[in-house]
């Protein structure tokens, strides 16, 4: 399985962003897909995740602001994100696993990794 982000850019504090993951491959191994996000001298974080049927889950930092999606006919997974802050600068991730939504909230069970996208946000 191969995962493509875009999407990233600089955008203002406000503004908004969505992002793309676009799945090739062995797509009939997935199931859950996540967006993950990762600042400079930080960890990996989770951000949203969403299961096979739609189900989601958000972290505190993007509930309210974030909302995930994904397009099973298309292939692609989506982060609209909203109401953009400084803090929100960094690379973001998408991840597919093979297992539930369970699996990658809580134990970050991800089987497949896109290379990133770069999101700044300017004050």
């Known amino acids: 399985v191969q995962l493509v982000e875009s999407g990233g850019g600089l955008v203002q504090a406000g503004g908004s962003l969505r992002l793309s993951c676009a799945a090739s491959?062995?797509?009939?191994?997935?199931?859950?897909m996540a967006w993950y996000r990762q600042a400079p001298g930080k960890e990996r974080e989770l951000v949203a995740a969403i299961s096979s049927g739609g189900y989601t889950y958000y972290a505190d930092s993007g509930e309210g602001r974030f909302t995930i999606s994904r397009d099973n006919a298309k292939n692609t997974l989506y982060l609209q994100m909203s109401s953009l802050k400084p803090e929100d600068t960094a690379m973001y991730y998408c991840a597919a696993g093979k297992e539930n939504l369970a699996a990658i909230v809580a134990e970050g069970r991800c089987d497949y990794w896109g290379q990133g996208t770069q999101v700044t946000v300017s004050s």
């Open positions: 491959g062995s797509i009939f191994s997935i199931n859950a």
